[in-house]
Nanobody, 123 residues
Framework: VQLQASGGGLVQAGGSLRLSCAAS????????MGWFRQAPGKERELVAT???????NYADSVKGRFTISRDNAKNMMALQMNSLKPEDTAVYYC??????????????????WGQGTLVTVSN
């Protein structure tokens, strides 16, 4: 499975960005796809996850502001980010997990990763 993330950039606080993640390869084996982020000096943390059946989970810090979506037919996942804050600044990664038995919240559980895309939110 190969993942390609795109859509990061520089935006002012209160603005919006949309991230995309394209999947290729043995995508039939993917159950959970997720967005994680990593700020300088911090661990990679969960932003949102979505299963192949559409079950969604958000980190408390982004609830009400971010929306995750997935198009299984197009092998795409997206993250619409609204009302961005400076503390949202990080490298955002898309990840994929094959396991049908869990919706993992820890980055270590994910087997496949995209290359990361930088989101910078200025004051």
């Amino acid at each position: 499975v190969q993942l390609q993330a795109s859509g990061g950039g520089l935006v002012q606080a209160g603005g919006s960005l949309r991230l995309s993640c394209a999947a290729s390869g043995s995508i039939f084996s993917i159950n959970v796809m997720g967005w994680f982020r990593q700020a300088p000096g911090k661990e990679r943390e969960l932003v949102a996850t979505i299963t192949s059946g559409g079950t969604i989970n958000y980190a408390d810090s982004v609830k009400g502001r971010f929306t995750i979506s997935r198009d299984n037919a197009k092998n795409m996942m997206a993250l619409q980010m609204n009302s961005l804050k400076p503390e949202d600044t990080a490298v955002y990664y898309c990840g994929a997990d094959r396991s049908p038995f869990r919706i993992a919240v820890r980055a270590a559980a994910y087997e496949y990763w995209g290359q990361g895309t930088l989101v910078t939110v200025s004051n």
